[in-house]
């Protein structure tokens, strides 16, 4: 195909074809920036938790006298533990994704203070006995906490357990001890020791406390024996059951707890609420793109008929000196290629600089750069769709329209 | 001239449907989507108490020094320790401070299960300095504070639900089972963000329901419901329990003083740079003093309280209206031009270029108008489902009222017409001779 003709008649037109090159290049560019944040919230919204997630229910319980914890405490588990279908019962600090995060920074010698550049901020779970059941851990490596472990740990003075052993989560040992095995490992926060003797699968945080997946990762796991920290309640049961447990829970530490506000919630719902911002911020982007690629499609079709309309005359002559059909379907096309490939091009750079103003500004991480060239050939192949009603229209002027005056 | 040229216009709609309602659904969803972002977006950028932001400071004093500080900031609020120390210096008009707590209103007649309170433990300065509204009584005195007493101001809504909206001044409360005289209502009070809360982060959440004298939460030893830092201070020894919450490093209480002059700012920079100074003489410190007086818009700015989704979709919605601008006169173009005959008469009959621009203008005009029609209604609706497109806690803030449809519609008609000057400055520029020879 000839290209030099229809560059004269772009010339011809330049503004009309800038419009289109505008539009297209505008289009480009928000579409993949937009992407790009969508898939960084959807990841969010589905990264995996090695929990139950399906058969947990939790009642968090307000307001009960701390100085009766150590007796209130397994009182009020052995009264869960009846509730129909419960088969394991334990209490924590807080959960994963509850939005009230317990963190502590960790040094692997005892010489580094928590303040350090090269010390690693991680969640610190709380667990009473059985916890590791309840919520479901999965353990990869050495062994969970004792009986014994429970019962001598205690909370120290500075919101740290007094006791000697942990459990770490994969990706906190990976970052701890970078391709070692972490079991029989310590790990430090000013004069405390901790020894790893397990290690279990990632388990999210109760909150994002810094950037990236560290920050929703890290976490390590402590024996606790009742004391007035731990206040979430965790019921597992089977999935059909969880609503019903849930509320029953709740109704029963209400009972029990009379001066206390219980809570109950199914662990579905606490993922739900932690990333309803994120859910909605991925529907919104997602809507304003769908729409987005059909203005622009509908402005490509517009402008073309428009441009049809007006070369009707000439199709006809060309027709007539002995042009085909498929001749003049494909000037056409070729023309929006052209038009497409001028604005995408200048919507990759477009695309480029609002990623990086975004990185600047917000905290973005940088956009891969196969986003570019994914989004330059969806816009390409949006122009060929768009192109492809009006060229058939002109592809359908009759010869005989050269003989007629415009 | 105007009916008339209005009257053209919408007939010239009428003739190309397709293209018409293209247009009208490009500027309706792009305006649409633009307003409802920015429904959102004034209220979390917006500046809460515009009357005395600058005249409200919060009070910070780094009490960790250059090791363990955050990047030469000090914490975002004061321990106990300087908390009281300012407030009993009494060094500006007007100090308070406060802690969120969280009560349990015990089950009375016909509530069978309790209830769960929360609110600020504060000092009487609170009401004054913030600007609360009452409904019913008033604010405690400073006497109360200085007696510490068992008295508590309601919100509007929580009367309701333990009054059922009654003048309840006068009546007892019993709160995590400490007897509570009712001294004032307050009218509904939410300023949004929350900006004396930035701490504690809930600059967007729910309003609070009691407010009781900081002086009777500290003698009924009841700890703060909200946030805690430590921030790896080491440790004073002094332990976890109120001991450590009294005299510890922690930071928990945050503090604001209304300093109404500049000299009177001078003079509490100079008081608070002044109680840093003693305190590193006093061996406390073992760094030179680091404070900071930040009033309300400053300290907005600094604890980033726009939400970056809130900011990055009112960028994409701005985009996506730009594109369906661009989108727009591309198709005013195409319409216009395909009017060339009409125009050429025109022009050939006397019509001079003004009256062409304003007889396109015209037309542009209503096109923008029946989008920005589109635009209002979508607007309404996208608001009212803004919940499915944001947390709950900031979607409640987005508001459809007569300002915002107005400015829906204005947006929609001037961008409109600004769009429409290129199509119509090549419409103007027909030529009526070569257009009357042709045909």
Known sequence: ?406 | MFGYYFQLGMRSLRRNPVLTALMVIAIGFGVAASMITWSVFRVVSGNPIPQKSGRLFTVLIDNRGPQYNDDGEPPEALTYTDANAMIRAHKAPHQTLFYPISLAVLPDGNRSLPLKAIGYATTADFFGMFDVPFEYGSAWSAQDDTRRAGVVVLSHQFNEQLFGGADSVGREVDLSGHIYRVVGVTRHFDPKPRYFDLFGGSAFDDPMQVYIPFNRADDLQINTAGRNTCGGAPDTGVGTGREGWLRGECSWIPVWVQLDTPAQVADYRAFLEGYAAKQQRAGRFRWPPNVRLRDVTDWLAFEHVVPPESRISLVVSIGFFVICLVNTIGLLLAKFMRRSAEIGVRRALGAPRGEIYRQFLIEAGTVGAAGGVLGVLLTAVGVGGVGLLFAPRIARLAQVDLPLMALTLLVAVVATVVAAFYPTWRAAKVQPAWQLKSN
Not at chain 1, 266 to 284: E, K, L, N, Q
């Open chain 1, 1 to 406: 195909m000839e290209i030099r003709p229809i560059l004269a008649s772009l010339r011809k037109h330049r503004i009309p074809a800038l419009l289109i090159v505008l539009e297209i290049a505008l289009a480009c560019a928000v579409l993949c920036n937009a992407v790009f944040l969508i898939g960084a919230r959807a990841g969010e919204i589905a990264l995996p938790n090695a929990i139950d997630e399906q058969g947990l229910s939790v009642v968090t319980l307000t307001g009960a006298d701390p100085d009766r914890a150590a007796s209130e405490i397994p009182r009020n588990l052995d009264a869960l533990r009846r509730i129909r279908g419960v088969r394991e019962v334990a209490v924590l600090n807080t959960v994963p994704l509850s939005g009230n995060g317990w963190n502590s920074n960790f040094t692997t010698r005892p010489d580094m203070k928590p303040t350090d550049k090269g010390s690693i901020n991680s969640n610190v779970y709380l667990m009473g006995e059985g916890a590791g059941r309840a919520l479901g851990l999965r353990l990869t490596q050495g062994r969970m906490f004792t009986g014994e472990d429970y019962a001598s740990a205690s909370m120290g003075s500075s919101f740290m357990p007094e006791t000697h052993v942990a459990i770490v989560n994969q990706r906190l040992a990976e970052r701890l001890w970078p391709g070692q095995s972490p079991l029989g490992r310590k790990m430090y926060v000013n004069q405390y020791w901790y020894q790893v003797v397990g290690v279990v699968a990632n388990v999210l945080r109760p909150k994002q406390a810094g950037a990236g997946l560290p920050g929703i990762y890290d976490a390590a796991f402590f024996p606790m024996q009742p004391t007035a920290e731990l206040s979430y309640y965790v019921l597992r049961g089977a999935p059909a059951d969880r609503e019903r447990i849930a509320r029953q829970a709740e109704d029963a530490l209400s009972g029990l707890e009379p001066a206390a506000v219980a809570e109950g919630k199914t662990f579905v719902d606490i993922r739900g609420d932690y990333f309803s911002g994120a859910a909605s911020m991925v529907w919104m982007l997602v809507l304003v793109c769908v729409v987005m690629l059909a203005v622009t499609a509908f402005g490509i079709v517009g402008l073309t008929s428009f441009w049809v309309a007006q070369r009707r005359r000439q199709i006809g002559i060309r027709r007539a000196v002995g042009a085909r059909r498929g001749h003049i379907l494909s000037y056409f096309r070729t023309e929006n290629f052209l038009l497409s490939g001028a604005g995408v091009l200048l919507g990759m750079l477009l695309a480029f600089g609002i990623n990086l103003y975004l990185m600047q500004h917000y905290e973005m991480a940088r956009m891969p750069w196969y986003y570019l060239p994914a989004g330059a050939i969806t816009l390409w192949l949006l122009g060929q769709v768009a192109v492809f009603g009006p060229a058939h229209r002109a592809a359908a002027v009759p010869p005989v329209e050269a003989t007629r005056s415009a």
